[in-house]
């Protein structure tokens, strides 16, 4: 890993470290925030959630409550917004 002057890395620099695509990274994050907030603002238990998804654990609610990316996929992250009745829009671009 290497790192800056001041000894910090960035995000990107981290996920290459740690073997993730930093891209797939930062989508989860954003759905993950989404998922916070809303539960926040409406006051849904991390149990609540669990229970709209089929499938989904309240410890794998827990994981991605403690930002743990890994624990959950793009796909199952949709699943969870569709339950709660969040609408997401992706916008693609040519990569730099």
Not at 7 to 29: F, Q
Not at 30 to 43: F, G, P
Request: net charge positive; hydrophobic share 40%.
């Amino acid at each position: 890993m290497k790192k800056n002057k001041d000894k910090t890395i960035s995000l990107k620099e981290l996920a290459e470290d740690w073997g993730i695509d930093y891209e797939v990274y930062k989508i989860k994050t954003k759905l993950i925030e989404r998922i916070k907030t809303h539960c926040e603002k409406n006051k849904i238990s991390q149990r609540a959630l669990a229970n709209l998804v089929p499938g989904l654990s309240q410890d794998r609610v827990s994981k991605i409550f403690n930002d743990q990316v890994g624990h959950m996929t793009i796909d199952k992250l949709i699943q969870v917004l569709t339950a709660l009745d969040i609408k997401v829009n992706l916008t693609l671009k040519k990569a730099a």
